[in-house]
């Protein structure tokens, strides 16, 4: 199925065809689908903003989803693009010569939000959230423009564990990332396909298929992000005790309103009590 040089997308030509590479892109496409599918994501006939940043996981995502597109298992249309953001040193070039080569449908958009960032963040305060948003609004106008009816990002597990335990520690909140949603205006949906993939998994496909990689250069830069806190903290558990985060993982998919402290979310005041029924305090233990 993988080896056939007449049957793959120009994304895959040159993978290794090593057992762990094979094994490793099916389970990567594999959990790809299994997110679209579970979640909901497929409209059919709809067109796709695939939002590429030049990073590890937005090449995962482009594959994994062309890769869906090229079985017939992703009955949509697909448009890449990147936001230049005007970072120094960006090179970019590097993605348009690539998309060009690969065959791949792109958008390239300059917007300098690069200089809004930096004068408008105090010293010692980090860039990610006003660079985000900046982002983000660029984004849905292009998914307008291009008639486009979602955004898809290449947020993977661990960027949604990462977000969890940031809400928990600073924001007084269970939430992470959804792997869909809505946005505000509620025209565009935003979509997160890599929900299930983990972070290791992106970086050695990307790796293995040496796809010219582009770090960020302005929130990679900072020291003490509570993101890479969180981060390490997560690795060191990883380390501890091999699987932890997976476990952690489905615990988001396996929540208990009845169990948490939420009224909002669960009518405590309403429960009552009714004879002979067995309740569930197992989450006393």
Not at 107 to 118: A, G, K
Not at 155 to 181: C, Q, V, W
Not at 246 to 251: G, L, P, V, W
Request: charged share 25%.
């Amino acid at each position: 199925m993988f080896d056939d040089a007449d049957d793959i997308h120009p994304l895959f030509h040159g993978a290794p065809s090593s057992t762990e590479f094979r094994k490793l892109r099916k389970r990567i496409v594999r959990q790809t689908r299994e997110a679209i599918e579970q979640y909901g994501m497929i409209e059919r006939g709809t067109r796709w903003l695939v939002c590429l940043s030049g990073g590890k996981d937005s090449f995962t995502l482009l594959a994994a989803l062309y890769e869906l597109q090229w079985r017939g298992l992703l009955p949509v249309d697909l448009l890449a693009c990147n936001l230049d953001q005007g970072q120094p040193g960006f090179p970019a070039t590097v993605l348009p010569e690539f998309l060009t080569r690969m065959e791949v449908p792109h958008r390239i958009e300059y917007r300098d939000t690069y200089s809004i960032v930096m004068d408008k963040v105090p010293e010692g305060r980090t860039y990610c959230a006003l660079c985000s948003r900046l982002r983000r609004g660029h984004l849905y106008r292009i998914a307008r423009e291009e008639g486009c009816s979602a955004i898809v990002l290449g947020h993977h597990r661990d960027d949604i564990l990462e977000t969890f335990f940031m809400n928990l520690f600073h924001g007084s909140r269970l939430a992470t990332m959804p792997p869909k949603l809505v946005n505000e205006e509620g025209d565009l949906f935003v979509y997160r396909p890599l929900a299930h993939v983990a972070e290791a998994d992106c970086n050695r496909f990307a790796r293995a298929m040496n796809y010219p990689v582009i770090p960020c250069n302005l929130c990679g830069s900072q020291d003490g992000l509570q993101r890479m806190q969180v981060k390490a903290l997560l690795d060191q558990w990883e380390a501890n005790h091999p699987g932890r985060r997976q476990k952690m993982f489905r615990a988001l998919m396996n929540t208990r309103p009845s169990h948490l402290l939420d009224p909002a979310l669960f009518d405590f005041a309403g429960l009552t009590r009714t004879a002979g029924a067995t309740g569930d305090d197992s989450a006393d233990l």
